[in-house]
Structures are given as C-alpha cells and as structure tokens.
Nanobody, 117 residues
Framework: QVQLVESGGALVQPGGSLRLSCAAS????????MSWYRQSPGKEREFVAT???????NYADSVKGRFTISRDNAKNTVYLQMNSLKPEDTAVYYC???????????WGKGTLVTVSS
C-alpha cells in the first residue's frame, strides 16, 4: 500500500527558509518520479517541483531559484528546501507520485506552510 507522509510545515517569516520532507512506503521508491504540489485557499492545486529517478529536476517558474527538490533513495524520502519564502508561498504542500503500472496518482495528506510576519 502506497503511503506518503509529509512533514516540516510551519509558520515562517517572509525571507525565511523551511525544509519539507515526504516519507514514502509501499513501493520501490527509487523507481518512481516524485513531485511536490501546493494548494492555497481558494485556488487550484498547482505543480511546484519534480525529481526524476535520475535525479533530474524541474520547477514551476514561481519557485525557480528559491526552492530545491532532492531525494534520498536510501531513506525513501523526498525533500523540498524552500528559501526566500514569500507570503504567496503560503499553502498546503502535498507530496505526489504516479504509479508506473497504471498511472494512478498517489497523494499525501499535506503539510501547511504559512509565510507571514
């Protein structure tokens, strides 16, 4: 059974940093693309970053240069390092992977990041 558990969300001041973690289980982590999405109140869920099995990465324009996604296959964990945080980064951040067997999306329950002074 695929499980994704996010952690690390917090209240942080503008300009601050935060690192999110997503612990994965129930599948061969090293074989799966892992992604982060976020959803702000009243808005659609949006893509933030993705990391391939090769560790190549891709980012939304809004976070490029500020956020870094990484993975530790030995720990079955994907991270999102967020620097220079802005109030508009406030959202629930979700970890995602897609089954390589049937294309089904799996989501964690999310972790709340609030950027405010």
């Amino acid at each position: 059974q695929v499980q994704l558990v996010e952690s690390g969300g917090a209240l942080v001041q503008p300009g601050g940093s935060l690192r999110l973690s997503c612990a994965a289980s129930g599948f061969t982590f090293s074989s799966y693309v892992m992604s982060w999405y976020r959803q702000s109140p009243g808005k659609e869920r949006e893509f933030v970053a993705t990391i391939a099995t090769s560790s190549s990465t891709n980012y939304a324009d809004s976070v490029k240069g500020r956020f870094t996604i990484s993975r530790d296959n030995a720990k079955n964990t994907v991270y999102l390092q967020m620097n220079s945080l802005k109030p508009e980064d406030t959202a629930v951040y979700y970890c995602n992977t897609k089954s390589i067997r049937n294309g089904m999306d799996y989501w964690g329950k999310g972790t709340l990041v609030t950027v405010s002074s």
